[in-house]
């Protein structure tokens, strides 16, 4: 369930549904302060091009602060939250074995369970979660 797109800079970082799909299997490196560099930088550099950069702060504090709050955005989502942080960290390969696995455990459906994963990178992603709960989201979007 991972996004094709290769890379995101931290801070074009708005917490998209395709930057969550790809942040969420890095969550981990981001909680220790580590932000994947662009794989499609050459690896080339001349000082004598490159100016000096400063940056404010210290280089963890970007990533770490992307999985701060990506994390309250997955704990606001509930149990909901988890099997999306679950399913999206896990081999592409993994994936259906993880469905029914969780699927039996929670004594739902393959297609329920999905369709709460969808409703929590719905809310994850979306930009009116802090005037509603995530219960209060489900229902409006039942309503629908």
Do not use: C
């Not at 280089?59 to 309250?72: H, K, M, N, R, Y």
């Amino acid at each position: 369930m991972t996004d094709k797109k290769d890379w995101y800079s931290p801070h074009s970082i708005k917490f998209t549904k395709p930057q969550v799909r790809w942040l969420i299997p890095r969550l981990q490196q981001l909680r220790n302060g580590e932000y994947s560099p662009d794989p499609r930088e050459s690896g080339y550099t001349d000082q004598g091009i490159q100016g000096r950069q400063f940056r404010a702060g210290a280089a963890f504090e970007t990533p770490a602060g992307i999985a701060a709050e990506l994390d309250v955005r997955i704990q606001r989502a509930g149990l909901d939250g988890l099997l999306l942080e679950l399913l999206y960290t896990v081999e592409p390969d993994d994936e259906l074995f993880y469905l029914q696995h969780l699927a039996m455990s929670l004594n739902e459906d393959i297609p329920r369970i999905t369709k709460r994963i969808k409703n929590a990178l719905d809310y994850i992603s979306g930009s009116g979660r802090k005037q509603r709960t995530y219960r209060e989201f489900i229902h409006h979007e039942k309503g629908r």
